[in-house]
């Protein structure tokens, strides 16, 4: 059975700090890209970071590029997504992903993802 849980979400203020995780299970982690998409309330599900089996390979947007980082430990099957410097335009539900069959020009899309966690929420205000 494939999980994925999600985990470190809450409340900070702008300019903070925070660590998010995803454990997984139940499908053979480096095998997959795996990535973050936030969601913001009456908002489309957003590409926030997606890093590549070996994790050697990274891809962010422009809206968190350098401020955002994301890594993998593919021993304990585990995502993060480090951020720093938040902004109340990064609040929302963040959500980890793994897309098993890699490609570069639809990895924004989340359509291409065949696992998904629940969520985990992150709320940047003063």
């Known amino acids: 059975q494939v999980q994925l849980a999600e985990s470190g979400g809450r409340l900070v203020q702008p300019g903070d700090s925070l660590k998010l995780s995803c454990s997984t299970s139940?499908?053979?982690?480096?095998?997959?890209?795996m990535a973050w998409f936030r969601q913001a309330p009456g908002k489309e599900r957003e590409f926030v970071a997606a890093t590549s089996g070996s994790g050697n390979t990274r891809y962010y947007p422009d809206s968190v590029r350098g401020r955002f980082d994301i890594s993998r430990d593919n021993v304990e099957n585990t995502l993060y997504l480090q951020m720093s410097s938040l902004r109340p335009e990064d609040t929302g539900v963040y959500y980890c992903?793994?897309?098993?069959?890699?490609?570069?020009?639809?990895?924004?899309?989340?359509?291409?993802?065949?696992?998904w966690g629940q969520g985990t929420q992150v709320t940047v205000s003063s």
């Open positions: 992903a793994a897309d098993g069959s890699f490609n570069r020009a639809t990895m924004t899309m989340p359509q291409e993802y065949d696992y």
């Open positions: 139940g499908f053979a982690f480096i095998s997959y890209t």
